[in-house]
């Protein structure tokens, strides 16, 4: 037998060698918390497809922020269930909105919890589309004006940064311009720059009561298949003034995500959606895997990807397991 020169099982051989040549690191500061904001008082309703997450009046959304800043989790992203929907989102954009409320209240209980604002209609409008809808038609340039409104009601409650989901053109060009006029030059800006039609999203729309009254998003969402497209897309938004770009989902796009990592040079997100939460839960409920080790190799490889933040509603469960 020829001698063996090159052994990688001697880095391999215990854990304080593996964790001295490990190439990808997950921390907790790379994780942001996903919180669903309603109505109401003391309210805590376990959403039935994801559990361990929860529908979370204001007041309880800011326990929540609290008990993850205190386990090493120091960005919220913000989503809201409005009292009352309507056919132009009027609940998003109102400056008592559900999570403009909530922006405030977690600004003053945890003053150092980095706070950012899903930016979109879709949780608002009685129809379930991501913005202005007329004669079935989604209008691209008056959701602009909304999403606009949106976004610096938002920044003017506390928002550190707003995060644009729609998938309009000219999105994050439309918020820039009205944030800066409104004196918010300091809010960012976190574009959903790359945001996939994705059957991903089911368990997020009984969170969000969000689902789409008619027709689905894939007019505006992006087609599985397209990774060229990825590009463009991103591209516009970094030309827009994109402060952080986005990937949306994670773990069934990690090639796209590398591709956006190696061609810009922002931070990037990625959004561990509810779906892919869920199929680990799932799993885990029958027995067929370890939810630890599963959570933490997928969140792991998200990273490996290239993501500097990643978006995950197992972001407080992580950063109790990591050092």
């Not at 309603?38 to 009046?57: D, H, Q, T, Y």
């Not at 090493?72 to 609940?91: N, R, S, Y």
């Not at 720059?193 to 994705?198: L, T």
């Not at 770009?245 to 561990?272: E, Q, S």
């Amino acid at each position: 037998m020829a001698e063996l020169v090159h052994r990688p099982r001697r880095l391999r051989r215990r854990e304080a060698l593996r964790a001295l040549v490990r190439e990808a690191r997950l921390a907790r500061e790379d994780l942001v918390l996903p919180l669903f904001a309603c109505p109401g008082e003391g309210v805590r309703r376990e959403i039935s497809s994801m559990p361990g997450v929860f529908n979370l009046s204001v007041d309880e959304v800011v326990r929540e922020a609290s008990r993850a800043f205190d386990v090493g989790v120091g960005a919220v992203i913000l989503f809201g269930l409005p009292e009352t929907k309507d056919e132009t989102a009027t609940g998003a954009y109102a400056r008592d909105g559900v999570v403009q409320a909530a922006i405030r209240a977690v600004r003053r209980a945890v003053p150092e919890m980095v706070v950012i604002a899903d930016t979109c209609l879709c949780e608002y409008t009685s129809h379930g589309h991501c913005g202005v809808v007329r004669e079935g038609e989604l209008l691209n340039d008056e959701t602009l004006e909304l999403l606009a409104q949106t976004a610096v009601s938002q920044a003017e409650a506390g928002a550190d940064i707003v995060a644009p989901s729609a998938m309009m053109d000219g999105q994050v060009g439309a918020i820039r311009e009205a944030l800066d006029g409104a004196g918010l030059e300091q809010t960012a800006i976190m574009s959903y720059a790359v945001k996939y039609a994705s059957a991903f999203y089911g368990p997020f729309r009984e969170a969000a009561a969000s689902a789409p009254a008619f027709g689905d998003r894939r007019s505006y969402q992006m087609d599985a298949a397209n990774a060229r497209e990825a590009m463009r897309e991103a591209e516009l938004d970094y030309a827009e003034g994109a402060d952080f770009l986005m990937v949306k989902p994670a773990t069934a796009y990690l090639d796209i995500l590398r591709m956006v990592r190696d061609r810009f040079d922002l931070p990037l997100a990625a959004y561990h959606v509810s779906g892919e939460y869920a199929m680990i839960k799932a799993a885990a409920a029958r027995g067929w895997i370890d939810e630890e080790r599963v959570m933490l190799e997928t969140l792991t490889s998200i990273r490996r990807a290239g993501a500097d933040l990643i978006i995950t509603y197992y972001a407080q469960d992580a950063a109790r397991l990591l050092k």
